[in-house]
């Protein structure tokens, strides 16, 4: 009797070349990714670095249409937690480039700015004059906004007391008070004592550079 054999095909290995061909590919390949993941990371923490400034300057502009001010820090009580609220994880004022740090925070108060910027993605405070991600963010802006709001009520409770005989003599604060407004209708929006001319029946605001007899004065 004859018998046949089926043999089965030897198992053939990678030979040396084709290893070192997928090598070099899954090198190339990571060398491609990890680049691109770098980017994605940092595409994200631009993204969180623009929504929070922004965030930060209606923030601060809340602050100083409340208190005719800029808060201390950026972590200043009354400010964050109130005009700001601090996050789920409690980064609203961290640098996202910073290392942990917070957002780097300046207020020039001759000028009434308030500066806030990010040391960018070298993570390096080279000031904002050199930084991409900067806010400023001017007192003269909410400051007129709450003068208007405060001049507008003036002049209808001024004009009744005027027309049912009241007197307005004195310096503002007492004229204020016969016209039945609170003590901080004696400022304006930008933390001045208004300057009431009891001869002319005006009201001055000194705007903001809090200086009156400029150009910048609110007259009513």
Do not use: K
């Not at 940092?42 to 923030?59: C, F, H, I, Y």
């Not at 390096?124 to 991409?132: I, P």
């Amino acid at each position: 009797m004859t018998t046949c054999e089926r043999r089965r095909p030897a198992a053939r290995g990678f030979t040396l070349i084709e290893l070192m061909v997928v090598l070099a590919v899954l090198g190339l390949m990571i060398a491609t990714a990890v680049p691109l993941a770098g980017a994605v990371v940092d595409a994200d923490r631009r993204q969180e670095v623009q929504r929070e400034l922004a965030e930060l300057g209606t923030a601060l502009e809340a602050h100083w249409f409340d208190r005719a001010a800029f808060p201390a820090t950026l972590r200043t009580a009354g400010f964050y937690g109130v005009h700001l609220q601090p996050g789920v994880r409690g980064t609203a004022v961290q640098d996202a480039f910073g290392g942990g740090q917070d957002y780097v925070y300046t207020i020039d108060v001759p000028n009434g700015i308030a500066t806030v910027y990010s040391r960018g993605e070298n993570g390096t405070d080279e000031g904002a004059t050199a930084e991409e991600f900067v806010l400023q963010v001017h007192a003269a802006v909410p400051g007129l906004r709450r003068t208007w709001m405060r001049l507008r009520l003036i002049v209808e409770l001024l004009a009744d007391h005027i027309e049912s005989g009241g007197s307005v003599a004195g310096p503002w604060p007492t004229l204020r008070a016969a016209i039945g407004l609170a003590a901080d209708h004696d400022r304006d929006g930008f933390g001045t004592v208004f300057d009431w001319n009891a001869t002319t029946h005006t009201l001055t605001s000194a705007g903001p550079d809090r200086v009156l007899g400029n150009g910048d004065d609110i007259t009513l």
